[in-house]
C-alpha cells in the first residue's frame, strides 16, 4: 500500500514557468512533509519541508502548499529554470525522537526548457 | 565537513556473491539510515541504526540482508546470495543526535549502485 501518492510522474515546462508537483498522503499520523531534489548519479538534497500546523511556507524559488483536510501538499517553483531540471520526491514521517524514516513519493521528473 | 561517503559508487556482482556496502556519515553524526531505490521509484527505507544498535529494521528483508553499525569505522550492508531483483541504488543517509529534537534533518551519500548479473 503506497502512503504517498505523487503526480504526475513527469513535467515539462518552458524556462520561467512554474511547475506544479502534487503529493497526497493517507496517514493523518504524518507530521512532516519534505520535498527532496534529485539530480542524475546524485543522493537527494532536502529543497523545503512544512509541518500540519502551516498552510504555506515559502524558500526563495519554491513554495509548499499544505492543505490538511484534504491530506494534500504540492510544490511550486517559481520563475522555474533549466539548472532546476531533476527529480522531486515529496515524502513525510511520522513523529518520533531519533527518527528521520520518510515514506517517499515515485517522484516526478521536471525538464526545464530554455 | 565531508558530507555523507558512500562507497563503492558502483558494484557488479554476480549471482549468489556478496554484496558489502559500506557507509561514513558525516562528523559528529551518530543516526544512519539505509534506503533503496529501484529504477523509476522512491527510495524505500530499510533499516535505522545509531552506533552498535539497531533501532528499527522494518524495511529490511528478513533474509540475506543485514546491517550494522559499529563503534569505531561505517556503517555496513551486507546482502548476501544476491539475486538480480536486488539491483537497485543503496542510499545512505546520517542525522546528529537530536537532543529530543523531532525530525532532525538528515543528510544523504550518492548512493551505492549494486547490478547484479
Known amino acids: 500500500q503506497q502512503q504517498v501518492k505523487q503526480s504526475p510522474q513527469s513535467l515539462i515546462v518552458q524556462k520561467g514557468g512554474i511547475p506544479i508537483i502534487n503529493c497526497a498522503y493517507e496517514n493523518t499520523a504524518f507530521d512532516y512533509f519534505p520535498w527532496y531534489q534529485q539530480f542524475p548519479g546524485k543522493g537527494p538534497a532536502l529543497l523545503i519541508a512544512?509541518?500540519?500546523?502551516?498552510s504555506e511556507k515559502k524558500e526563495g524559488r519554491f513554495t509548499i502548499s499544505f492543505n490538511k483536510s484534504a491530506k494534500q501538499f504540492s510544490l511550486h517553483i517559481m520563475d522555474s529554470q533549466p539548472g532546476d531540471s531533476a527529480t522531486y520526491f515529496c515524502a513525510a514521517s511520522f513523529p518520533g525522537a531519533g527518527s528521520y524514516q520518510l515514506t517517499f513519493g515515485k517522484g516526478t521528473k521536471l525538464s526545464v526548457i530554455p | 565537513n565531508a558530507g555523507v561517503m558512500q562507497n563503492p559508487r558502483h558494484l557488479v556482482r554476480r549471482r549468489g556473491q556478496e554484496a558489502r556496502l559500506r557507509c561514513s556519515p558525516m562528523?559528529?553524526?551518530?543516526?544512519v539510515y539505509w534506503y533503496r531505490q529501484l529504477p523509476e521509484e522512491g527510495l524505500k527505507f530499510m533499516v535505522y541504526l545509531q552506533k552498535e544498535n539497531i533501532i528499527d529494521e522494518s524495511g529490511m528483508p528478513k533474509e540475506r540482508f543485514s546491517a550494522e553499525f559499529p563503534k569505531e569505522g561505517p556503517s555496513i550492508l551486507r546482502i548476501q546470495q544476491v539475486v538480480r531483483g536486488d539491483s537497485a541504488a543503496y542510499f545512505c543517509?546520517?542525522?546528529?543526535?537530536?537532543?529530543?529534537?523531532?525530525?532532525?534533518?538528515?543528510?544523504f551519500g550518492q548512493g551505492t549502485r549494486l547490478t547484479v548479473v
Open positions: 543517509a546520517s542525522s546528529p543526535p537530536n537532543g529530543g529534537a523531532r525530525n532532525t534533518e538528515a543528510f
Open positions: 512544512i509541518r500540519p500546523d502551516v
Open positions: 562528523k559528529g553524526h551518530s543516526h
